[in-house]
């Protein structure tokens, strides 16, 4: 079935980023999980996905902005850029502070895992809207869910 360019851009608003940050928490694990020698591997890892996810959230931000399908609300922009940009800075801060503070840094990591969590908010947020919201529009327009 073919896609609106509007909702197109509404996918890489708000799938693309849930999705993403649920496979950053299973990257996290994995790195953490790995028997390193000591804690200087992985804070540079967990650093470089902090940095890359900072970018990635101001990038979340823009393609939320320029959507034309639905127009986001506060919890829209705390769910999908906010929350996101301060587990990422958290994890990049954990990482410069891993040398001086391992301890500390790494319950900087596990916060961070729990905030990118929100991907699930995420996940069932768009369930619901295309459940209650599309799908109704969808059948009071008299079309079936397939046109």
């Not at 390193?36 to 931000?61: D, K, P, Q, S």
């Not at 301060?86 to 990049?92: D, G, K, P, Q, V």
């Not at 502070?97 to 895992?113: E, K, M």
């Not at 599309?134 to 059948?139: D, H, I, T, V, Y």
Request: glycine share 10%.
């Amino acid at each position: 079935m073919p896609i609106a360019r509007g909702e197109a851009q509404a996918g890489d608003a708000f799938a693309t980023p849930t999705i993403v940050h649920l496979g950053t928490v299973l990257l996290l694990s994995a790195v953490l999980s790995a028997p390193w020698h000591g804690v200087g591997t992985a804070a540079v890892l967990w650093g470089l996905v902090g940095l890359r996810g900072v970018v990635y959230a101001v990038i979340v931000a823009r393609r939320l902005r320029v959507q034309t399908a639905y127009q986001p609300e506060f919890e829209d922009w705390l769910c999908h850029v906010l929350l996101p940009f301060a587990a990422y800075a958290m994890l990049a801060v954990s990482a410069y502070a891993a040398r001086a503070h391992a301890r500390v840094a790494l319950f900087g990591v596990g916060a961070a895992a729990l905030l990118l969590f929100i991907g699930i908010h995420n996940a069932w947020d768009s369930v619901t809207y295309h459940v209650f919201v599309k799908k109704r529009g969808q059948q009071e327009s008299g079309r079936s869910p397939g046109e």
